[in-house]
């Protein structure tokens, strides 16, 4: 089975600094996704950046990016220049890319709440 | 409509009581899921839509629980007999596809209390 761990529970970071989130995660498939997902406390789960598998290069959107190693089973989330409105609690999470079985459910780790000061 | 959208918000239940939990996904999308969030933690999985055949419901915790999207669009989850570890804030997500790739967006969520 998969899963997926974050190790900070809590982070902080100053405004208009950056700020790495960490999330490793164990399986024994080829084919998969790998998802960060941003909830702030009025509960709306936000996709923020995904990455394929296959894909070498990390995935960029904006002032998020992730640093993808393959081989050492991790994925971290980078946060350029923070915002204020990026407090909020982030999810590392999985999806298979094999049909069947679980039709695609995300796994998620425990998440990381992200503090932002002013 | 815009988004996912999910009634109610909140609901608090006596235990032994029968709730349900109205899913609206976004207009078109051929994947449901339902996934329950317990306080501080991340989203567990539960069941799985697609249009109105039920897939995957690996992830129901017990009989008690019971989901259904008869006309492969609003979904419900109903949960009967209401204990206290039900409580927990229980998200719906849907997605344009089956695809792997595919976005799954999420609603708002219903946070159950169960007294």
């Known amino acids: 089975a998969q899963t997926v761990t974050q190790s900070q529970p809590e982070m902080s970071v100053q405004e208009a600094e950056t700020v790495t989130l960490s999330c490793t995660y164990d399986?024994?498939?080829?084919?998969?996704?790998l998802f960060w997902y941003k909830q702030p406390p009025s509960r709306q789960m936000i996709l923020v950046i995904r990455?394929?598998?296959?894909?070498?290069q990390n995935a960029t959107e904006n002032r998020f990016s992730v640093n993808f190693q393959k081989a050492a089973k991790s994925f971290s989330l980078k946060i350029s220049d923070s915002q204020l409105g990026d407090a909020a609690m982030y999810f590392c999470?999985?999806?298979?890319?094999?049909?069947?079985?679980?039709?695609?459910?995300?796994?998620f780790g425990k998440g990381t709440k992200l503090s932002v000061k002013p | 409509g815009a988004g996912v959208s999910q009634s109610p918000r909140y609901k608090v239940a006596k235990r032994g009581q029968d709730v349900a939990l109205r899913c609206d996904p976004i207009?078109?999308?051929?994947?449901l899921f339902w996934y329950q969030q317990a306080l501080g933690q991340g989203p567990e999985f539960l069941t799985y839509?697609?249009?109105?055949?039920?897939?995957?419901k690996s992830g129901l915790p017990s009989d008690r629980f019971f989901a259904e999207r008869p006309e492969g669009s609003v979904s419900t989850l109903k949960i009967q007999r209401t204990q206290q570890e039900d409580s927990a804030v229980y998200l719906c997500?849907?997605?344009?596809?089956?695809?792997?790739?595919?976005?799954?967006?999420f609603g708002p969520g219903t946070r159950l209390l169960v007294l």
């Open positions: 997500a849907s997605s344009r596809t089956s695809g792997g790739e595919e976005t799954q967006y």
């Open positions: 207009s078109g999308h051929v994947s």
């Open positions: 399986t024994s498939e080829s084919d998969y996704y």
């Open positions: 999470a999985y999806r298979s890319g094999y049909y069947g079985g679980s039709q695609g459910n995300l796994i």
């Open positions: 990455q394929e598998a296959y894909k070498q």
């Open positions: 839509f697609q249009n109105e055949a039920q897939l995957d």
